[in-house]
């Protein structure tokens, strides 16, 4: 039973649960914003679970609403039965709205990613180790493919060496950026490297293993930042694997098939990042109408000028057209899946992160000083836009691919 909303459909399901959702941030996650700064700040270890987030998770467990972004295609985990990718936009744009809240809902990346990784590729035996205590929010993970000394937007560049023996894997390597690193509960590391470096097929060249992260040999490098923000709690490090051992079991789906996961993995996630990004820009471009409505210069309202009329114009529709833009993707993926969809993903993730730090900058320019202080959440949206634009595959790549494949469609 579905009902009509707009030009897509939500199903009863979602509208009911957007609602509850809705209710939830108003009563919980943003009157809670300052006490969670507040308690990040006084944290000895700015890499620790906060005990507000502890707080939170336990709430929304109770209302519901947890673990919201499991599709269809995995009902089985779900206490709600899953969602289609339709359904679910509305839910992650509203979580968008404060950058640390999909944690309080068990929807944060990179852990969503790691466990459809674990749902569609792992063992029963993987999936009972791993995927279940992450499903229920008692730890947390983290996905190891980016390197420093090699243009990692090419994921065939990949240097880290694991090498198969009669006793397991052997890891040796360099990884950074790597989200979740940091985070004092993240226990499990999917790690991303080279198996068979003289494969003539490139795309079998990687595999993918699960490494515990405190096996002998895994080191913390140092913490990194993305425009100056740690993004703590979780966090994004720089990590060596010295001689690292794990058994053979901790292969995930077979050697050589390492590229193959990568790609399964990274599409819902850069709809997801999509989806949040448009909540951050919403949320960004109302503050800046109640800023333009109570601030006054040269004698009248800012909003009574018309440059800023123009840019509130501008903005609003770009955002309706991003929020279009992601629902068509998310209608072609239910549709046909992720890697027929990957036309409409690729012109997804290439504009959406773009678009929305246009916007996010011009609502901080419209608070003046303030737009780049903490005392609003717009700074830190920037940053998480910018780096989008990198996330899960740079532009570039992207763009490339899609060109390539546009063209071949409308010239032969």
């Not at 919201?68 to 509305?90: C, R």
């Not at 990179?110 to 035996?125: I, K, L, Q, W």
């Not at 993903?345 to 916007?359: C, E, G, R």
Request: with cysteine; charged share 25%; proline share 4%.
């Amino acid at each position: 039973m579905s009902q009509k909303h707009e030009i897509f459909e939500y199903s009863t399901k979602s509208l009911r649960l957007q609602s509850e959702l809705n209710i939830f941030m108003e009563e919980h996650i943003y009157p809670n914003e300052k006490h969670y700064a507040e308690q990040l700040a006084a944290a000895s270890n700015r890499f620790s679970a906060l005990p507000l987030m502890d707080t939170l998770k336990e709430k929304a467990r109770e209302a519901g609403l947890w673990n919201l972004f499991i599709p269809e295609t995995f009902a089985e985990y779900s206490d709600h039965g899953g969602l289609s990718n339709v359904d679910y936009l509305p839910l992650a744009e509203t979580m968008g709205r404060v950058l640390w809240s999909p944690e309080v809902f068990n929807c944060n990346a990179p852990d969503t990613g790691n466990m459809e990784v674990f749902m569609r590729y792992g063992t029963s035996a993987q999936r009972e180790q791993w995927l279940m205590p992450l499903l229920e929010g008692r730890i947390r993970s983290c996905y190891g493919m980016t390197e420093p000394q090699v243009a990692s937007s090419d994921a065939t560049n990949v240097e880290l060496s694991i090498v198969k023996d009669e006793n397991g894997w052997v890891l040796n390597g360099r990884k950074w950026y790597i989200t979740g690193a940091m985070y004092e509960r993240t226990q499990i590391i999917i790690v991303m490297g080279k198996t068979d470096p003289i494969n003539p097929d490139r795309h079998k060249q990687q595999t993918q293993v699960l490494v515990p992260k405190n096996t002998p040999g895994v080191h913390i490098i140092r913490k990194l930042t993305t425009l100056g923000y740690d993004d703590a709690p979780i966090g994004h490090a720089e990590m060596i694997f010295d001689n690292v051992r794990v058994p053979l079991e901790n292969v995930l789906l077979g050697e050589g098939r390492g590229f193959e996961i990568a790609q399964g993995r990274l599409g819902p996630g850069r709809m997801h990042h999509c989806m949040r990004l448009i909540g951050a820009a919403q949320r960004s471009l109302e503050l800046a109408c109640q800023r333009a409505t109570t601030r006054k210069t040269f004698g009248r309202l800012l909003s009574q000028h018309q440059s800023v009329r123009e840019d509130i114009a501008r903005s609003f529709s770009e955002i309706e057209m991003a929020r279009l833009l992601v629902l068509k993707t998310c209608q072609r993926i239910d549709q046909v899946g992720a890697q027929a969809a990957r036309d409409m993903i690729a012109a997804s993730k290439t504009s959406i992160p773009l678009m929305t730090q246009t916007i996010i900058d011009r609502c901080m320019q419209i608070h003046g000083a303030g737009g780049l202080s903490e005392d609003y959440f717009m700074a830190e949206a920037f940053n998480y836009a910018r780096l989008c634009r990198q996330a899960d595959g740079p532009d570039q790549v992207h763009q490339m691919a899609l060109g390539k494949q546009i063209i071949e469609r409308f010239s032969s």
